[in-house]
């Protein structure tokens, strides 16, 4: 199954096993009729659990998963990473791409140069920034038509014009 990377336990809330996670959603619409998420444990470890209830809060969402039901329960998965099936995203018009999809592209020039590997992304405000690591370089390359000329899915490549000053 596909899963994509939603959210990351931060803490517990309560007695009962409540969870609290930072939200990496734009929106929360995506969760509504959510019957389970996956966990995803920092060794890589996978398993599924049902959810009673997801409830928002700005920037961060309170899980109440059925088998999780006292404090030490989740204190155990707190730094689990959440997961849901790839399928519940939406399908994006031409051009745009979600985040987890450009993580970990290899970023080169239009000569052919390598730059490195796409290790994050964080939005400013006005556009994404990539952060291409090839070793102790990194660049910092905006998510802008002049400095992103081609990103190719499928070949895992993505080509862009290194403009002044984005190299740290």
């Not at 031409?94 to 140069?113: K, N």
């Not at 994404?128 to 070793?135: A, I, K, L, S």
């Not at 370089?137 to 014009?161: C, G, H, K, Q, W």
Request: with cysteine; proline share 4%.
């Amino acid at each position: 199954m596909d899963l994509f990377v939603f959210g990351e336990i931060v803490k517990t809330r309560g007695l009962r096993g409540c969870l609290k996670a930072l939200s990496f959603l734009e929106s929360q619409d995506i969760l509504a009729g959510l019957d389970f998420v996956y966990l995803e444990s920092s060794s890589g470890r996978q398993s599924r659990h049902p959810v009673q209830k997801i409830t928002p809060a700005g920037k961060f969402l309170y899980l109440d998963l059925g088998d999780v039901v006292d404090v030490d329960a989740a204190r155990a998965l707190v730094g689990c990473k959440l997961l849901m099936p790839r399928e519940r995203l939406g399908v994006l018009p031409d051009g745009e791409y979600y985040w987890q999809d450009i993580i970990g592209l290899d970023a080169y020039t239009p000569e052919g140069q390598f730059l490195g590997r796409v290790a994050s992304i964080f939005p400013t405000g006005s556009n994404d920034v990539y952060v291409c690591r090839n070793g102790d370089a990194e660049y910092l390359i905006p998510a802008v038509a002049d400095a992103v000329l081609n990103i190719d899915l499928a070949s895992r490549r993505i080509t862009v014009n290194l403009l002044e000053g984005l190299k740290t």
